[in-house]
């Protein structure tokens, strides 16, 4: 959700921020240990165009 609403994106861990910058560059290519397992540990959606579609247009 956060990468798809905004530009850039804080990580913080503790209160303090430990990762910062573009949100597509953070969630491509996260710098801390922290941001990648949280990153890991995010559910993945389904692609709601893939859920749009009937079984008829398969």
Known sequence: MVRTVTDRVLVMKSGEI??????EAVFSDPQHPYTRALIAAAPRLPDPETLRRSPADA
Do not use: L, Y
Not at 18 to 23: C, K, L, P, R, V
């Open 18 to 23: 430990i990762e910062a910058g573009e949100t």
